[in-house]
């Protein structure tokens, strides 16, 4: 089973590429705004990775300031330091 998501909202800087063994891995973030429950308007950011043509695609086309609709697949990266500890 795969854990989805809809992502709405503004890229906050331009999308940056590199090469990772053969496949090409593209990083960016994005904003998104949302009202609380005090009707005030609140931004929520990620920082996302987009991989292989996907990756492609987002690099040639999106820019800074651009409203984006994204369908992805959520993987959290867990990291762990040399204590053993997360």
């Known amino acids: ?3 989805k998501a809809e992502f709405i909202g503004r890229v906050t800087k ?3 590429t590199k090469t990772i063994g053969k496949s090409n891995l593209c990083t960016f973030s ?5 009202k609380n429950k005090d009707g005030e308007t609140e931004a929520t950011f ?3 990775e987009a991989w292989g043509q996907g990756g492609e ?3 040639k086309y999106a820019k800074r300031g651009d409203l984006v609709a994204l369908d ?3 993987r ?3 990291w762990q330091g040399e204590d053993g500890k997360p």
Do not use: H, Q, V
């Open 46 to 48: 990620f920082n996302l």
């Open 14 to 16: 331009d999308p940056e």
């Open 30 to 34: 994005l904003a998104s705004n949302r």
């Open 72 to 74: 992805a697949d959520i």
């Open 1 to 3: 089973m795969k854990a």
């Open 57 to 59: 695609y987002i690099a």
């Open 76 to 78: 959290i990266d867990k």
